[in-house]
Nanobody, 117 residues
C-alpha cells in the first residue's frame, strides 16, 4: 500500500504561480514514477508531468516551458512548480505513483487549482 498526501492547490490570477507537493509513504519501490494528472469538469483526466526515480521527466505539451516537476528522493516527495498559469489550467490535480512490480497505480485525493481571468 502507498499513501499519497497532496498540498499546495488554491486560487490564483492568470499569470500567477503555485507549487504542488505530494508526499508518498508506505511500501515504496526503488524503481518508480511519480507524477501529476489533472481533470477539469467534463473532461478526461490527463497527464501533466511525471518523473522517474532516475530523474527522467515527461511533460504535456500544454505545460512545457511553464511547469517544472522535481522530486526529493529522501523524502519520497514530488513537486510541481506551476508558473504563468492560465485559466485553462483550472482543474483538480491528482498525484500518481506507479512502480515496476506493483499491480496498480496509487492516487492522491486531489487538490483544486483555480486560475482566474
Amino acid at each position: 500500500q502507498v499513501q499519497l498526501v497532496e498540498s499546495g492547490g488554491g486560487l490564483v490570477p492568470a499569470g500567477g504561480s503555485l507549487r504542488l507537493s505530494c508526499a508518498a509513504s508506505g511500501i515504496i519501490f526503488r524503481v518508480n514514477t511519480m507524477g501529476w494528472y489533472r481533470q477539469a469538469p467534463g473532461k478526461q483526466r490527463e497527464l501533466v508531468a511525471d518523473i522517474t526515480n532516475d530523474g527522467i521527466t515527461n511533460y504535456a505539451d500544454s505545460v512545457k516551458g511553464r511547469f517544472t516537476i522535481s522530486r526529493d528522493a529522501a523524502k519520497n516527495t514530488v513537486y510541481l512548480q506551476m508558473n504563468s498559469l492560465k485559466p485553462e489550467d483550472t482543474a483538480v490535480h491528482y498525484c500518481n505513483y506507479r512502480a515496476l512490480g506493483m499491480s496498480r497505480d496509487y492516487w492522491g485525493q486531489g487538490t483544486q487549482v483555480t486560475v482566474s481571468t
